[in-house]
């Protein structure tokens, strides 16, 4: 019986909350350090051929430049509730350029996908609290399937057979933010089949654009304590939108844990540390669709994040938190 199946074909992440820049270009740059990530994401755990996605990005600033002083080493991390900004006086932001390259390889079965790209990101002043950044990504998507990990009960089904397609990639975006917010919008897979390296196209190779928008707001509850509601939108045609919303709760920019609902009824369980001024780890699980039906123990997502040329030693990252 033949059904028809609906999916994203992006990977899912629950940790995108600390890492945006998977999900929108405009991001490269934004601090005054390279920011580096590596993540692995185990969904439907403990099921043949489960879905597995690990990912690396880097983004960095050319040309981050602020006028003024610094107030004592500058070792200490920023102010969460953004009144002394990291032990700057009289800072004036810059307009700059910010770099970053992403590499992602998705799993499921004997289908691979594998994603490479790089980005290029201007972030400017529109007054002394709120910037706006705009940044384009471009590179390649492979998408194959590979017959050796197929089992068929006739081995000789016409099925089992090796595809590969390799199809140029685009996604531009936008990110406005400040010192206690931002929102962000952003288009991917824009070039949709428009362009196909080998003039052909098969129905088990298109793509589709995937569009997200985001924003978070962050609220100082105590000198210590912090919360940051966010929330996330995905379009997909023909899918419905789809919406998460996020909550976490930081405590002396060093420990945060937090929860994440999708409107389909699944959830995240969020935690991370900051271990010190180079590396900071995070851990989410959520349960999946599949493990509500009692398949698999549920998602795995685990990112190790690396601040590298980090001069000022700042622990909580200044505009993405």
């Known amino acids: 019986m ?8 992006k990977p899912q992440y629950s940790q995108y909350t600390i890492n945006n820049y998977l ?30 996605t690990y990912y ?18 500058g070792r200490r991390a920023p102010s969460f509730g953004g009144k002394n900004n990291g032990g700057r006086i009289s800072e004036q932001f810059r307009a700059h350029h910010g770099i970053g390259i992403l590499a992602v390889h998705d799993k499921l079965g004997a289908f691979h996908r594998t994603e490479a790209s790089m980005a290029y ?5 529109l007054s002394r609290d709120v910037r706006l950044s705009g940044g384009i990504g471009a590179g390649l998507i492979q998408q194959r399937q590979r017959a050796d990990e197929l089992h068929f009960a006739n081995p000789g089904d016409a099925a089992k057979a090796d595809w590969n397609m ?25 070039l949709g089949n428009s362009v196909n390296f080998d003039n052909a196209v098969d129905d088990r190779n298109l793509l589709y654009e995937h569009y997200f928008l985001t924003g978070a707001y962050r609220f100082s509850v105590t000198e210590e304590i912090s919360l940051v509601p966010s929330i996330m939108l995905m379009w997909l045609q023909p899918l419905p939108g789809a919406v998460d919303f996020n909550l976490r709760a930081v405590y002396q920019d060093r420990l945060w844990v937090g929860g994440s609902y999708r409107q389909n009824g699944n ?9 010190n001024h180079i590396f900071d780890l995070g851990y989410a699980y959520d349960r999946g669709v599949p493990a509500n039906f009692g398949m698999g123990n549920g998602n795995h ?21």
């Open 2 to 9: 033949p059904f028809l199946l609906l999916a994203q074909q």
């Open 23 to 52: 999900l929108n270009p405009a991001i490269a740059g934004i601090e005054e350090y390279a920011d580096v990530k590596v993540g692995s994401r185990s969904a439907m755990s403990g099921v043949e051929g489960e879905p597995t």
């Open 56 to 73: 690396l990005s880097a983004h960095a600033p050319i040309g981050y430049t602020s006028r003024g002083g610094r107030k004592g080493s």
């Open 121 to 125: 990101a201007y972030h400017l002043a």
């Open 166 to 190: 390799v199809k140029p990639n685009l996604s531009a975006g936008l990110w406005l933010y400040g010192s206690n917010f931002y929102i962000g919008t952003s288009g991917a897979q824009l």
């Open 267 to 275: 959830y995240a369980v969020l935690a991370g540390v900051t271990i």
């Open 301 to 321: 997502e685990v990112v190790l994040g690396m601040r590298i040329f980090n001069k000022a030693r700042v622990l909580c990252p200044q505009n993405l938190w």
